[in-house]
């Protein structure tokens, strides 16, 4: 409040900066002008530099970075075929030989990487032929297992069909010992109820 009296009474460029205790900090400039013209101003008046070495190198460190960044966007832009008119023979050829050498990197690059994805596609229709194959023969294994199962069950149904055959016609033939002769059919004599 003080220093905007200030500024307006004594018609005064005033700039003010104030730290309270917290490590807030408030400040206040003239309206007229700005903390960078009054800070110029101090500087000629006074002979003191608030700016230290250190400073100064990293303003000087700037102003290369942003010349380097300049550079390389013109540099970029005529890479991309851009504002080459004002370009030399030289520059010419020696922007078309980094291109060549580029373009080589990549398509060294790309074919490596094509070489690999073969490879992987190969390894994976090998490791697809080899499931498949493991899947055949599991097939063929529980068939051939099935086929000795079903022969071994044929073969023991054949054994006791045989047996069992083998028992009937011997229980006939005790059966047709012990009848006696008269109850026989008789193949020599006429059924009798024929004759009726």
């Known amino acids: 409040k003080k220093t905007k009296e200030i500024t307006v009474l004594c018609d005064a460029h005033v700039s003010l900066v104030i730290f309270a205790s917290s490590g807030k900090m408030h400040e206040y400039c003239s309206p007229s002008t ?5 800070l110029d101003r101090y500087h000629k008046q006074s002979g003191k530099r608030l700016w230290d070495a250190k ?3 990293l303003s000087n460190e700037i102003d290369r970075i942003k010349k380097e960044n300049d550079s390389m966007q013109i540099e970029l832009r005529h890479l991309k075929g851009e504002d080459i008119t004002s370009l030399s023979y030289k520059d010419l050829m020696s922007m078309e030989k980094a291109l060549e050498n580029g373009l080589r990197s990549i398509r060294d690059k790309q074919t490596e990487i094509f070489k690999m994805m073969k490879k992987n596609f190969q390894v994976k229709l090998l490791e697809e032929e080899h499931s498949r194959l493991n ?3 599991h097939q063929q294994e529980m068939a051939m297992d099935g086929n000795v199962r ?3 069950n044929h073969e023991y149904h054949q054994k006791v069909r045989e047996m069992e ?7 006939v033939r005790d059966f047709h010992s012990q009848m006696p002769f008269a109850f026989r059919v008789q193949p020599i004599q006429p059924n009798l109820q024929e004759r009726i």
């Open 55 to 57: 400073h100064e190198n």
């Open 150 to 152: 079903e022969m071994e």
């Open 135 to 137: 899947y055949m023969l």
């Open 34 to 38: 700005n903390l960078i013209d009054i």
């Open 165 to 171: 055959n083998h028992e009937y016609h011997q229980k």
